[in-house]
Each structure stands twice: as C-alpha cells, then as structure tokens.
C-alpha cells in the first residue's frame, strides 16, 4: 500500500521506529505493546492526495476534522484586518486526522503574523484567542482588499509545532499544500462581508475538498 507522508513527519517516524526496534529486543511483549504507537506516528503524518472542487467563488477547507460552531469574532489584529467581528468557521483536528494544511482559495499571501501563547485544547473557544498560531491573509484572484481572508493555524493541548510553508506576496493555488500542525490542533478561516456559508458545523471535513463557502 502507498502511503504518502509528509517531509515533516520522517524524524520522528525515524524516531519512534528505532525506540519499538529497542522494545523489541529488550522483550518481545513491549515490543508489541509500542508497536501501535509506531504504526500512529506513520499515520499521524500521512499526506493523501486531493482533489478540489471546481469553481472559482468556492472557498474550501484547510484541514480535515469537525467542523466546530460558527461564531462572529475579530480576526487576529496583527493581519490588519480591522476589527469588524466575521463569521468564523473553525476546524478542530484530533490525533487521528490528517494535519496537512491546504489553502482555501487561490489568490496572494498579504501578510503573515506568528504569536507565541498558550496551549489549552483546540477545541476551547479561547484557543483562538490565547493559543500560539500562526496567522495568515490570503487576497483571492480578482477581488480587492475588502475580499481579504484569514486562515489561522493554532497549536493545541500536545501540538508544540506549526509549520507553515508560506512567504509574503507568495502566489498561491486553492487545495495546494502550505503547512502542517503537530500533533492535535485547530484552523480558523475568518471570512469576508459578501459569502455565503454553505457548510454544516457538527460534520466531519477534509481539507482541500470540502466546500467551507462561496462568494456570492
């Protein structure tokens, strides 16, 4: 079976692999108590192929989990968004999701802001607000400013990375890759005045498939 894994998951499979090596033989038994960690941590990094959907007003997701409640909140303030509160659509990813991050639509990199901070669970609404992230504005092709969206990657409770691929003024396509968070973490996309949420917060979603909303 071909199993894609992402470029950053290779040290610590490396890891893991030696250390259930060493349990095998210091005893068989702890060998195979570890083994299914090992097989976890190949998982854990496994990168899948995706396919986007067609059209061009299509906003997708970033990553895959549950869909947790939309809210109205403030953007980070360090992207410049204002502070205007948008409608904000939160993925909440568990250990056994895939973490490899995938831009919601096509467009420009505008600008990129990494906080420090805390690390409560991912799924705490307060994460978004105290939790390390890294924050990215996205300007889709052929809108204007005020067409600007957020994607914001947060750290979790055991997540202690993010990774994020992107440079300012980067062009980049809808559906590519731009970034993975270790391990169990959460997406926030802030949306712009002028789309219509199409997704249903409860329901399982894939990054780079899944239609999060549309320009309208």
Same mark, same amino acid.
């Given at each position: 079976?071909?199993?894609? @894994?992402?470029?950053?998951?290779? $040290?610590?499979?490396?890891?893991?692999?030696?250390?259930?090596?060493?349990?095998?033989?210091?005893?068989?038994?702890?060998?195979?108590?570890?083994? $299914?960690?090992?097989?976890?941590?190949?998982?854990?990094?496994?990168?899948?192929?995706?396919?986007?959907?067609?059209?061009?007003?299509?906003? @997708?997701?970033?990553?895959?989990?549950?869909?947790?409640?939309?809210?109205?909140?403030? !953007? !980070?303030?360090?992207?410049?968004?204002?502070?205007?509160?948008?409608?904000?659509?939160?993925?909440?990813?568990?250990?056994?999701?895939?973490?490899?991050?995938?831009?919601?639509?096509?467009?420009?990199?505008?600008?990129?802001?990494?906080? !420090?901070?805390?690390?409560?669970?991912?799924?705490?609404?307060?994460?978004?607000?105290?939790?390390?992230?890294?924050?990215?504005?996205?300007?889709?092709?052929?809108?204007?400013?005020?067409?600007?969206?957020?994607?914001?990657? @947060?750290?979790?409770?055991?997540?202690?990375?993010?990774?994020?691929?992107?440079?300012?003024?980067?062009?980049?396509?809808?559906?590519?890759?731009?970034?993975?968070?270790?391990?169990?973490?959460?997406?926030?996309?802030?949306?712009?005045?002028?789309?219509?949420?199409?997704?249903? $917060?409860?329901?399982?979603?894939?990054?780079?498939?899944?239609?999060?909303?549309?320009?309208?």
């Amino acid at each position: 079976m071909n199993l894609p @894994i992402h470029k950053e998951g290779f $040290p610590f499979i490396a890891l893991f692999a030696a250390v259930n090596l060493l349990a095998f033989l210091f005893a068989a038994w702890l060998g195979w108590v570890l083994l $299914p960690v090992t097989i976890w941590c190949i998982a854990f990094f496994r990168d899948p192929e995706r396919k986007p959907p067609e059209g061009e007003d299509l906003i @997708i997701c970033p990553a895959d989990g549950k869909l947790l409640p939309i809210v109205d909140a403030v !953007p !980070p303030a360090e992207l410049g968004l204002g502070d205007a509160p948008r409608k904000r659509l939160s993925v909440f990813m568990n250990v056994f999701n895939v973490h490899v991050n995938r831009n919601p639509v096509s467009g420009n990199v505008v600008a990129l802001a990494y906080r !420090p901070g805390k690390f409560f669970n991912a799924s705490f609404d307060k994460a978004s607000i105290h939790n390390e992230r890294m924050s990215v504005r996205l300007r889709p092709t052929g809108r204007g400013d005020t067409q600007d969206l957020a994607v914001v990657q @947060i750290a979790g409770l055991v997540a202690r990375r993010i990774v994020c691929d992107l440079t300012k003024g980067q062009g980049v396509l809808r559906g590519a890759r731009f970034g993975i968070i270790r391990f169990g973490s959460r997406v926030d996309v802030f949306l712009p005045e002028g789309t219509e949420i199409l997704a249903e $917060p409860g329901t399982k979603v894939r990054a780079g498939e899944t239609v999060l909303a549309r320009f309208v």
